[in-house]
């Protein structure tokens, strides 16, 4: 038993997908998340940059005394943690490789695609992580930077003018190669999944890899014995970067409702 | 005579637009560019944290014993500079007068739109300057957010299927308003000039501060006798918080040709 906080970061609100996920698979637990939205978004930056932010969000989160941290951040998990994971004894976990355990799990033809940040795609993490689940498994991947802006600006819905052309556009290549699974590798995607389900069609599966981290987190800490007692009400503590009104105003988009927990302004340093 | 250098900067790269107007007009004189490429874009945040970033871009260069500085970032401009200018001796030269004064200039129906990010527009900086340099001018305003990201992904060109429909959805409305000239209240804007000059058809002035900007700050320092020695060769360094490499790659799109100088990556704090 360890009542000590989980820690969640991401860039800014994508990872809040992951924290509902928690806050409803977890009420015992106490919850604090980080959100860098006075530096979002990190998915264009370069990798020394994307290292730099990740050990400060990493820094800030272990100065709350938690006892394991979940990477909500796509550029993050797949640029930065495979080098900053091992600087640190708390456990950290990213979404690369749950997201990838159940892609491996659910394809049938072991033809898997992969939408992400620029930097996400070019850092190959989801298809190494991939391979080593189910050996053998071809995988597609597409850089989709405009996801992210058409997103925050509420562009998600059915016959939107903007992201039907995008989607379009960025999805036709893997559409084309019969790919069954579908890994939306970036927080911010599983927004447009009503978008993109209709476009890819029914038979192939669609992954987020928040929910499956929050998940593997779950488990992982259970079978650490590491759950909070059963009989406390968890609290939720957000920290933001720029201005704690603006995030939760937009906070909703993410998290379906209003979030429960106080919201504080913090550096990062 | 002064032969300081001149500081210039910006949330990222647009203010290369006015960079390189600079560097055209003004051979003679050192240019110290500094873009936040860390942090960029400072668009959607708060007032608040414009102006915390604003004061960290100007002691930057307040430290490389400049004489002017010239603010070529509209949201800085727009939002922050009415309270930090006065906070310093050097003087500090932001994009909306020289825009504003240019529009009352070129205007015959007194009908002047203006696009820019959501805080920019917020800010009514524009509508006020408009009003002080022709009373009873009538002004009309746009937030454009997607315009940045998707300059950014170089959609800019006619026929892109993407730019269309946004440049169409964004500026309906300011062209049903009649109007005869159009503020692009941000660098990023003056790169969608074809399209948007397109939409507005040929009777509409497009007005791009960046340029605006560096024409005053020229004109300025003439009146004050503080040009460079006109026999001297002036030098063009380059800061950022993001990768170097990274920078020099893409300024190209906005300085129509590789940029000459040195470019280092440093902190802000």
Known sequence: MDNRPIGVFDSGLGGLTAMRK?????????????????RVPYGGRSRDTIIKYARQDIEFLLSHNIKAIAVACGTVSTVALEQVAKEYDTPIFGVVEPAA?????????????????????ASGAYDRAIQGFRPGSETFSKACPLFVPLVENGRIHRGDKVIEPVVEEYLSGLRDKNID???????????????????????????????????????????ADALADSDRQGSHRYYVTDSAEIFRRQASLFMDSDISGEVSETELL
């Open 22 to 38: 928690l806050v409803e698979a977890m009420p015992n637990e106490d919850l604090i998340y980080l959100g860098d939205t006075g």
């Open 101 to 121: 355990w159940k892609a491996a799990r659910l394809t049938k033809s072991g033809r898997i695609g992969i939408i992400g940040t620029v930097n996400s795609v």
């Open 181 to 223: 699974t579908l890994i939306l590798g970036c927080t911010h995607y599983p927004l447009l999944s009503e978008v993109i389900g209709d476009f890819m069609g029914p038979d192939v599966n669609l992954v987020s890899p928040g929910a499956e981290t929050a998940e593997y987190l779950i488990k992982k800490l259970k079978q």
